[in-house]
């Protein structure tokens, strides 16, 4: 090709010999490198998030301190890559020691970072909480990820070095050297998301990039034997030995102020950075919130980004990349406003709802991928248009920057260290200001105005030389971004899945960094309810009995097994519920509650219970749970865990971990318990890995089973030891009407005969297995993909249920707890209606439960259960449906007198 400068440098050296590479060959293989470095980059920052959870919390600021200090160590990597050049010289050779050092420095620091627990909870022993424990965790996180980031950072200038050496590769390879190594972080993260985590765990997926690294070193030192054989002889006295093509000295002329360039970089890299995290909390209401899915939107962003980079290329063809660069920032302001209409708009439209949105009953009825699949068509359309001229705005600003190629490594590692500034002000701005402040659609306002400020700048720059038709065009555009944006809603409103089933009114609204918090009542039927984006995590009697059931069980079930607990700590706080029953019980003297929302904690004012919040002995802390216990200090008598257990919510395998049961453990008093509520209605491979997990950590397990869809977990150092003559004492008097009362149950015998099994049957019949951690999260994964009610909704607490009670059968007498007298004819009616409850899941039909309960009224006359569920029967049900099974709404009718011993699968 005639226009091929590297071709006309082959040509200038006389034809090929048989066998020399040709130097299209060398680019391409140079290109690869760029993808697999990339790939290699996000796989680490992937690993490192989750791993550092673990010592600093699941919130969004400890993962901003992560992203922040990783992008803060590239950029002061890509600068200080001149000094490596000019020292060392040989690009190639150069980018090749940077890839191992990578392998080396990232292995590591994997390795240092399970150490880092221990350290941090000591470091806080001594640190006052507050701004100097947050300096420490941005110091700290800053210093471990320095060495592996910085090099990282160096790959890009070390690339564009090998392969640049005149205007023209300016042109032709500074895009595609991003736009790849982007493609490449996005096939990264793709890769992470859906197969290495799962599949080998966090350690492992590092141990694997870093064989990519070490691809990327030989790749490299191959590429610098093929540049020699390419161009053996140096052609002019400016080539050194970077790269294959001798080095251009011409000047490309500056239109722009220096300053106006580096604005744009900057400004560039704070909006890129801040409408991730916005558009990522405003993308979870259509995708939900499952890992598959946000690793999904994070492949899509990168690989709008990459595509931008790409496109650079085709626009060096244009005579003014300086008025591109405004055209650039307005493209992104306009296709921004244009994403977020088309978020209001699909979750506005009752029919784009049903048919995209995570909260659609008939979309989750579907399999995974299908949902997964369908959603993600709006998450194509919503973010890869703007993303690829975000794209396109750092190579073109790059270029514009460089002007000199002889001073390509410093002006290129400036320009990516600039870009990262704005990076990383842009995530910690968006976390800690913009979405506290302004919420979703307002930061997202804000930062829409920023681009058109970048832009003005730009054309003001350029107002003598950009000429009238232009100016008078871009005034236009500049017009039509103003009017788009201001007819964007105020806030993003969606319908979770409560609203969306029901007439209801908004009581309250907040918006943060970690979630979207409402509470939401039926003016009607007086059900009240709080969300977290959408899904229900607490509400009051009216609104369902399962729920309030679950939450009352909680506080009543530990406090009849412990009666002399003092010290509670609560994990998750929701309505405010559990936490209102264990204040009933005088004999206990602190009430605490880790909540990681304060919104929460407003919002559960607005419920009955929220009223123990003004109790003398509550004591609220919002941080991270696991990231509570490991500094905390204090011991407990209860622990309680309340945690959101859907299958679309990515936070299951936090709270579900090995880690956070030690840690859990630890904090235990002598005699202490930790509860843990687990809903039957998982997978039942994903119940078998919470089982599994829990009787690794404790050493003394029970398991309760009050409903089809509900179980309590009490983990514990000491055996289980049932109160010598449980009586109505053991009820607060003032109490047990009002808790009980709905729930059918008139005497505490009937809560303790809710155990079905121990540790001892629990091991016999899972034996060695899958066990979820920190590093092998299987629970992020698991629910999700295996979610599978059946037809009717219950297949997957059939299996369940049936499990425990095959632990049951396995238990011998000596493995279980010994029973007082006045128990055993509970614990024997409890088995009966348990074999119903199994026959019932089986048949979906209430009559089954029929011979079980009358067995169980011969069993123990005593046991008022029985008569009142065949009174139930008897009142003209003949089928059953669980409300938020995969059922249809007109379905639902029948199972109103039902969900009083139910709770809710969506739970």
């Known amino acids: 090709m005639a226009g091929n400068p590297q071709s006309a440098q082959i040509r200038a050296s006389g034809p090929l010999a048989p066998g020399q590479p040709s130097v299209s060959h060398l680019v391409s293989l140079a290109y690869a490198l760029a993808v697999l470095s990339g790939a290699a980059a996000l796989v680490y920052q992937v690993a490192w998030v989750k791993m550092l959870a673990l010592t600093f919390g699941s919130t969004t600021g400890a993962a901003a301190a992560v992203i922040g ?50 350290v941090y909870a000591a470091v806080t022993g001594v640190l006052p909480d507050g701004a100097a424990l947050t300096a420490f965790r941005f110091g700290s996180v800053f210093a471990i990820l320095l060495v592996p980031a910085a090099l990282m950072g160096a ?27 982007t493609l490449g972080a996005a096939i990264g993260a793709l890769i992470a998301g859906f197969i290495l985590i799962e599949m080998v765990g966090s350690r492992a997926a590092v141990y694997i990039a870093n064989g990519g690294n070490v691809l990327c070193a030989a790749g490299a030192i191959y590429l610098a034997r093929l540049a020699r ?21 011409a000047t490309t002329p500056a239109l722009l102020p220096a300053w106006v360039i580096a604005l744009v970089l900057v400004g560039s890299g704070f909006a890129t950075m801040a409408y991730e995290i916005f558009w990522f909390r405003a993308i979870k209401y259509i995708v939900g919130n499952s890992t598959y899915a946000m690793s999904l939107v994070l492949t899509i962003f990168l690989a709008g980004l990459g595509l931008g980079g790409l496109l650079h290329r085709r626009l060096t063809r244009r005579p003014f990349p300086e008025i591109d660069m405004g055209w650039t920032q307005l493209g992104i302001a306009f296709m921004a406003t244009a994403a977020m209409g088309l978020v209001t708009w699909v979750l506005s439209d009752t029919g784009l709802a049903e048919n995209f949105s995570i909260f659609s009953r008939e979309l989750l009825s579907r399999p995974w991928y299908e949902s997964l699949s369908r959603t993600s068509l709006v998450s194509v359309a919503m973010l890869l248009p703007p993303t690829i001229f975000m794209g396109l705005a750092f190579p073109l600003g790059t270029a514009v920057y460089v002007q000199r190629i002889a001073q390509l490594d410093k002006r290129v590692g400036t320009a990516y260290l600039l870009a990262n500034i704005g990076s990383i002000t842009g995530v910690l701005a968006g976390v800690v200001i913009l979405l506290p402040h302004f919420g979703i659609m307002g930061a997202t306002k804000l930062v829409v105005l920023i681009n058109i400020v970048l832009a003005v700048v730009v054309i003001t720059a350029l107002r003598r030389s950009a ?97 002399t607990a003092a010290r509670t700590l609560n994990i998750g706080l929701g309505s405010g519920s559990t936490m209102d029953a264990l204040s009933a019980y005088p004999q206990i003297r602190s009430l605490e509650c880790v909540e990681i929302s304060p919104a929460v904690v407003e919002g559960a004012r607005l419920f009955r219970a929220g009223a123990v919040l003004g109790d003398a002995r509550t004591r609220v802390h919002i941080a991270d749970a696991v990231h509570h216990l490991l500094t905390d200090t204090a011991t407990y008598d209860l622990i309680i865990a309340d945690g959101k257990q859907n299958p679309q919510f990515a936070g299951n395998a936090a709270i579900l971990s090995r880690e956070m049961y030690s840690y859990a453990r630890e904090r235990l008093a002598p005699h202490g318990m930790y509860v843990q509520w687990i809903s039957m209605g998982l997978a039942p491979r994903a119940y078998e890995i919470i089982l599994r997990t829990f009787i690794d950590v404790f050493p003394e397990v029970n398991v309760f089973e009050y409903s089809p869809m509900m179980t309590l977990m009490i983990g514990s150092n000491e055996p289980l030891r049932y109160p010598e003559m449980p009586g109505d004492s053991n009820f607060p008097i003032s109490r047990a009407g009002t808790d009980f009362a709905p729930f059918d149950i008139d005497h505490p015998l009937q809560v303790l005969s809710g155990r079905v099994t121990g540790k001892a049957g629990l091991q016999k019949v899972l034996g060695s297995g899958e066990i979820n951690s920190w590093d092998h999260p299987l629970l992020e994964f698991v629910p999700y993909r295996e979610f599978n009610p059946g037809k009717t909704g219950l297949d997957q607490p059939y299996h369940n249920l049936a499990l425990l009670l095959a632990a049951a059968a396995a238990e011998t007498a000596a493995e279980r707890p010994a029973v007082p007298p006045a128990l055993a004819p509970y614990l024997a009616s409890s088995q009966a209606i348990r074999e119903g409850y199994l026959s019932l899941l089986a048949t979906a039909d209430p009559e089954a439960l029929r011979p079980a309960c009358l067995k169980a009224m011969e069993l123990n006359p005593a046991d008022s259960r029985p008569e009142k569920l065949l009174r139930r029967i008897a009142g003209g049900l003949n089928r059953l449906v669980i409300p938020g099974s995969a059922i249809p709404d007109t379905q639902a009718d029948t199972a109103l007198e039902l969900d009083r011993y139910f709770s809710q699968l969506s739970d």
């Not at 010289?89 to 150490?115: D, M, P, Q, R, W």
């Not at 090998?162 to 032709?172: D, K, P, Q, V, Y």
């Not at 002889?233 to 251009?248: C, L, N, R, Y």
């Not at 319908?495 to 009114?505: I, L, P």
Request: glycine share 12%; hydrophobic share 45%.
């Open 69 to 118: 200090s990783f992008m803060a160590g590239m950029g002061f990597g890509a600068r200080g890559y001149e000094r490596l050049h000019r020292r060392f010289g040989n690009a190639f050779g150069l980018y090749s020691g940077i890839e191992l050092g990578i392998a080396g420095s990232t292995a590591f620091v994997t390795v240092s970072l399970y150490a880092l627990p221990e």
């Open 155 to 181: 790959t890009y200038p070390a690339l564009c070095a090998a392969l640049i050496n005149s205007s023209s590769g300016l042109r032709r390879h500074l895009g595609p050297i991003y736009g790849l190594n």
């Open 229 to 249: 054989r390419t161009m053996p002889e140096k052609t002019t006295p400016a080539a050194d030995s970077a790269g294959p093509f001798p080095v251009s000295v």
């Open 467 to 563: 000429g009238r038709r232009r100016l008078a065009g871009f005034a236009l555009g500049v017009i039509s971004c103003l009017a788009l944006t201001w007819l964007l809603p105020a806030d993003l409103a969606f319908r979770g899945e409560f609203e969306q089933k029901t007439s209801s009114r908004l009581l309250y609204w907040e918006e943060d960094d970690i979630s979207t918090v409402k509470v939401v009542d039926n003016p009607f039927s007086h059900a009240r309810v709080m969300t977290i984006d959408g899904y229900v995590i607490g509400g009051n009697l009216a609104y369902g009995y399962g729920v309030a059931y679950k939450q009352f069980m909680l506080a009543h079930l530990p406090m009849l097994l412990h009666p």
